[in-house]
């Protein structure tokens, strides 16, 4: 076959038709799709409403309880809370509206109901405040880079890494000096024993260490040394009269005297009669 022949042949070919159909079928396509985007957004707009409608009809039993105010705002709350959907908050306006929001936004941890708020001030706080929670709950100091407030910002990053901080990774972060105070603020604390903070010179960091401990327990016999103090007994020693019958046991179980050895004065001392199921306050069992 000569190209004259080749050329006559594909000329004679019905192109226009082609064309024509198949910009007529793109057509219809886009008119297809256009047309399910349009009866969806009826549909969301129909369940929008039948939703509001639901909420409203529900506020009618507000009439007459004692707040009738406070009623409907529970109502929308527990109902926006339940579907997810902002603009069941609609229903009420000006600052319980924004309340609403507000308070969804902390039930669900969800900073998208925020931007609802009208009131500027308490849109970026509440922003703020999901985005910190957010930080906290996932460890993540993503989630800190999205508040608006600069220094909420930096809190927020320090709160988290601090967090994230542990005796082996401290370096990274701090000077080996302040490494060292927060190991020996560790120890103090699972010892309960606030004497150990005193290698600590920085004065802070010391506060810091001692307030961590709070109330001590050097011996750990679950007598804090508030107690061991009123009651005279040493808080380095379990059993401060050595009677076999410790602290804990002498103050809070027995009620006998943690300072005598022998409570009842028969001869016999308070641990020897506990062993033996005897009572260490008088005669007969326990």
Same mark, same amino acid.
């Given at each position: 076959?000569?190209?004259?022949?080749?050329?006559?042949?594909?000329?004679?070919?019905?192109?226009?038709?082609?064309?024509?159909?198949?910009?007529?079928?793109?057509?219809?396509?886009?008119?297809?799709?256009?047309?399910?985007?349009?009866?969806?957004?009826?549909?969301?707009?129909?369940?929008? !409403? *039948?939703?509001?409608?639901?909420?409203? %009809?529900?506020? =009618?039993?507000?009439?007459?309880? /004692?707040?009738?105010? @406070?009623? &409907?705002? !529970? *109502?929308?709350?527990?109902?926006?809370? %339940?579907?997810? =959907?902002?603009?069941?908050?609609? /229903?009420?306006?000006? @600052?319980? &509206?924004? !309340?609403?929001?507000?308070?969804?936004?902390?039930?669900?941890?969800?900073?998208?109901?925020?931007?609802?708020?009208?009131?500027?001030?308490?849109?970026?706080?509440?922003?703020?405040?999901?985005?910190?929670?957010?930080?906290?709950?996932?460890?993540?100091?993503?989630?800190?880079?999205?508040?608006?407030?600069?220094?909420?910002?930096?809190?927020?990053?320090?709160?988290?890494?601090?967090?994230?901080?542990?005796?082996?990774?401290?370096?990274?972060?701090?000077?080996?000096?302040?490494?060292?105070?927060?190991?020996?603020?560790?120890?103090?604390?699972?010892?309960?024993?606030?004497?150990?903070?005193?290698?600590?010179?920085?004065?802070?960091?010391?506060?810091?260490?001692?307030?961590?401990?709070?109330?001590?327990?050097?011996?750990?016999?679950?007598?804090?040394?508030?107690?061991?103090?009123?009651?005279?007994?040493?808080?380095?020693?379990?059993?401060?009269?050595?009677?076999?019958?410790?602290?804990?046991?002498?103050?809070?179980?027995?009620?006998?005297?943690?300072?005598?050895?022998?409570?009842?004065?028969?001869?016999?001392?308070?641990?020897?009669?506990?062993?033996?199921?005897?009572?260490?306050?008088?005669?007969?069992?326990?």
């Amino acid at each position: 076959m000569d190209s004259f022949t080749f050329f006559s042949r594909f000329s004679s070919f019905p192109w226009k038709t082609i064309v024509w159909v198949g910009g007529a079928l793109m057509v219809g396509i886009g008119c297809i799709i256009a047309a399910v985007i349009l009866v969806r957004s009826w549909q969301s707009s129909d369940s929008t !409403q *039948i939703l509001l409608d639901a909420v409203t %009809a529900s506020l =009618e039993s507000c009439d007459d309880a /004692v707040n009738p105010d @406070d009623c &409907r705002q !529970q *109502i929308v709350e527990t109902q926006a809370n %339940a579907t997810g =959907e902002a603009v069941v908050c609609d /229903v009420l306006t000006g @600052d319980v &509206r924004d !309340q609403c929001l507000w308070s969804v936004a902390r039930k669900r941890l969800d900073p998208e109901f925020c931007e609802g708020i009208a009131e500027a001030t308490s849109n970026s706080m509440c922003w703020d405040e999901m985005h910190q929670r957010l930080a906290t709950k996932n460890k993540d100091t993503v989630y800190c880079e999205q508040m608006r407030d600069e220094q909420k910002v930096i809190a927020c990053e320090r709160a988290i890494t601090e967090k994230l901080i542990t005796t082996e990774n401290c370096e990274e972060y701090h000077t080996q000096e302040i490494c060292g105070d927060r190991l020996t603020t560790e120890t103090a604390v699972a010892a309960r024993n606030p004497d150990v903070c005193a290698v600590i010179t920085h004065a802070l960091r010391l506060e810091g260490c001692l307030e961590a401990v709070g109330i001590g327990d050097r011996d750990m016999d679950g007598v804090d040394e508030e107690i061991e103090r009123v009651r005279g007994t040493s808080d380095v020693d379990k059993d401060t009269d050595d009677d076999g019958l410790g602290d804990f046991e002498e103050i809070f179980d027995y009620k006998t005297d943690p300072l005598n050895t022998d409570s009842d004065e028969d001869g016999y001392t308070d641990g020897q009669e506990v062993a033996g199921g005897y009572n260490p306050l008088g005669t007969g069992k326990l």
